[in-house]
């Protein structure tokens, strides 16, 4: 399947369907959107990597900052923080740059490894769109955490890349539909910077929008 210019929708929503289709729908769909400490120190991070025209030349690597995603497959557009071009004999030509060069997609988060898998479907969609503009394979990128310095490893297997397929078809169902999925109440809904506008333990069960407000009204 190929989606259409007007159908692309961000890349960085995956990150957040991963974590829960509620707030994703609620961000992407609906526009609603609160900072809490946690969405303040990440974008502090971004900021130090974040600058599109500083690139960085090293003998085996080059560095491309804040690099703008297409995939017409997924249907996404976004950016990448960093990709890291390293020297190979199976990589793409650079402009003005000597030999071949095989992209390795780097992602910044401000905390440490989750126990779910919302960083590496995000780091994964963005492998597939580069595959998809540079034309080459590639099999695996890594996630720089900030609150513990280091980074992991993220290999793009087939059931990753099947993970993001799939969340990416659901993702553009609900978009198309304008469909906001009910609460589903876990522990980390706490951390959730959208937890007062969600309300996921006040709205248990599943109603129209008119009969919700009707009956906070009454």
């Given at each position: 399947?190929?989606?259409k210019?007007e159908d692309?929708?961000?890349l960085?929503?995956i990150?957040?369907?991963?974590?829960?289709?509620r707030?994703f729908?609620l961000?992407?769909?609906e526009?609603?959107?609160?900072e809490?400490v946690?969405?303040?120190e990440g974008?502090?991070?971004?900021?130090?990597v974040d600058?599109p025209?500083?690139?960085?030349?090293?003998e085996?690597i080059?560095i491309?900052?804040?690099?703008?995603?297409i995939?017409y497959?997924?249907?996404?557009t976004?950016?990448?923080?960093?990709i890291e071009f390293?020297?190979?004999?199976t990589?793409?030509y650079?402009?003005d740059?000597f030999?071949?060069?095989?992209?390795?997609?780097v992602?910044?988060k401000?905390?440490?490894?989750?126990?779910?898998?919302r960083?590496?479907?995000?780091?994964?969609a963005?492998?597939i769109?580069?595959?998809?503009?540079?034309k080459?394979s590639?099999e695996e990128?890594?996630?720089?955490?900030?609150?513990?310095?280091?980074r992991?490893?993220v290999?793009f297997?087939?059931?990753?890349?099947n993970?993001?397929?799939s969340y990416?078809?659901?993702?553009?169902?609900?978009?198309k539909?304008?469909?906001t999925?009910?609460?589903?109440?876990?522990?980390?809904?706490k951390?959730c910077?959208?937890f007062d506008?969600?309300l996921?333990?006040?709205i248990?069960?599943?109603?129209s929008v008119?009969n919700?407000l009707?009956?906070e009204f009454?």
């Amino acid at each position: 399947m190929s989606y259409k210019e007007e159908d692309l929708i961000q890349l960085s929503g995956i990150q957040h369907f991963a974590f829960c289709p509620r707030q994703f729908a609620l961000a992407y769909i609906e526009l609603q959107w609160k900072e809490n400490v946690f969405t303040t120190e990440g974008k502090i991070l971004h900021e130090k990597v974040d600058d599109p025209l500083l690139k960085d030349s090293r003998e085996s690597i080059i560095i491309w900052r804040s690099v703008n995603l297409i995939s017409y497959r997924l249907g996404f557009t976004g950016r990448a923080d960093v990709i890291e071009f390293r020297r190979s004999d199976t990589g793409i030509y650079l402009p003005d740059k000597f030999g071949k060069w095989l992209p390795y997609p780097v992602e910044y988060k401000r905390g440490k490894p989750k126990p779910d898998e919302r960083d590496e479907v995000q780091l994964c969609a963005q492998a597939i769109c580069m595959e998809e503009m540079f034309k080459t394979s590639l099999e695996e990128g890594c996630v720089f955490y900030g609150e513990v310095r280091r980074r992991t490893i993220v290999r793009f297997t087939n059931e990753l890349r099947n993970q993001v397929t799939s969340y990416a078809e659901e993702m553009h169902r609900l978009f198309k539909e304008a469909i906001t999925p009910l609460p589903v109440f876990k522990p980390h809904c706490k951390s959730c910077s959208l937890f007062d506008i969600c309300l996921p333990q006040n709205i248990k069960s599943k109603c129209s929008v008119n009969n919700y407000l009707k009956s906070e009204f009454r």
